[in-house]
């Protein structure tokens, strides 16, 4: 599993996580501070060391501010955030986490898009678990992810391809009713969390 390091980000999957391990599987969870080793399942770091959100959200602030003063600059920092400044806090972390500890399969949160990056460079299937409703904006902030190649920095002696379709798949815990009508990514898959 993997998240940014954010209660509204890392907790909504927890029951998944923990619904895992009891069926058997074993579960690590890559996150960042201040939930590295605080949570009732292993994990490891999957975000810059010493790296907040709020961090990474006054550095967005820093860094474009141009866009942010727009009439749309709105739409411009979640795109920005989840798109180009996060995905270059968790790729290379994540790299070399998988190299370390190569997963079978990684859930991550849908807006930790450089989870999806760094399990589709290195041939793991990957899965996006919703927080809320899909928008067209989400599928927004993966193209710019893919388009920006903001994992290209950190490829080190890795060759840098082509992405596969990002999100692999996408977990809905949205119930049928208020779900977007719009188009979801492939492979939908409704869930319900347990208690």
């Known amino acids: 599993m993997a998240s940014l390091p954010a209660y509204g980000h890392l907790y909504p999957m927890l029951p998944l996580a ?24 292993p994990t490891r770091l999957g975000f810059s060391r010493g790296l907040t959100i709020s961090d990474l959200e006054q550095e967005v602030f820093t860094n474009h501010q141009e866009i942010l003063a727009t009439p749309d600059g709105r739409l411009a920092f ?27 399969l990684v859930v991550h949160e849908v807006t930790n898009i450089g989870a999806a990056v760094a399990a589709d460079l290195t041939g793991v299937r990957s899965i996006a678990f919703g927080l809320g409703l899909w928008f067209t904006l989400t599928r927004e902030w993966y193209d710019t992810a893919i388009a920006g190649h903001a994992y290209r920095w950190h490829m080190r002696e890795r060759e840098p391809g082509p992405l596969g379709e990002l999100p692999g798949g996408y977990l809905d815990p949205m119930p049928p009713s208020m779900r977007n009508p719009g188009p979801l990514p492939r492979r939908q898959l409704p869930i319900r969390s347990v208690a």
């Open 78 to 104: 979640p795109k920005a955030l989840f798109g180009e400044s996060a995905p270059k806090r968790v790729v290379p972390v994540l790299l070399d986490l998988f190299d370390r500890e190569p997963p079978d």
């Open 18 to 41: 923990l619904a895992c391990r009891a069926a058997g599987h074993d579960v690590v969870v890559a996150v960042g501070e201040p939930f590295h080793e605080r949570l009732p399942l």
